[in-house]
Nanobody, 115 residues
Framework: QVQLVESGGGVVQPGGSLRLSCAAS????????MGWYRQAPGKQRELVAR???????NYADSVKGRFTISGDNAKKMVFLQMNSLKPEDTAVYYC?????????WGQGTQVTVSS
């Protein structure tokens, strides 16, 4: 079994910051290959940031310079520090990882950026 549990979402004003956390358990043995994704109403789920199998990080163009993904492999946790938030960052944020070729997702955490 695979479990991913996100936390840290909330309501924040434009320009504010939030830090999301994702705790992995079960068959996930490392954080490499884990990523943060988001889905806004009426839109498809999109990649926000990811830690590759080699440990490098990649980001969507829309969040480069504002968001930072990091992780603690010993604790099997991944974080997303989000700064300079914009209303267009409003979405449900999910952490996800493919295990054995099958994608697993957490339940998601809502991030709302509004004045």
């Amino acid at each position: 079994q695979v479990q991913l549990v996100e936390s840290g979402g909330g309501v924040v004003q434009p320009g504010g910051s939030l830090r999301l956390s994702c705790a992995a358990s079960g068959s996930i043995v490392s954080i490499y290959g884990m990523g943060w994704y988001r889905q806004a109403p009426g839109k498809q789920r999109e990649l926000v940031a990811r830690i590759s199998s080699g440990g490098s990080t990649n980001y969507a163009d829309s969040v480069k310079g504002r968001f930072t993904i990091s992780g603690d492999n010993a604790k099997k946790m991944v974080f997303l520090q989000m700064n300079s938030l914009k209303p267009e960052d409003t979405a449900v944020y999910y952490c996800g990882k493919a295990v054995g070729g099958y994608p697993y997702w957490g339940q998601g955490t809502q991030v709302t950026v509004s004045s």
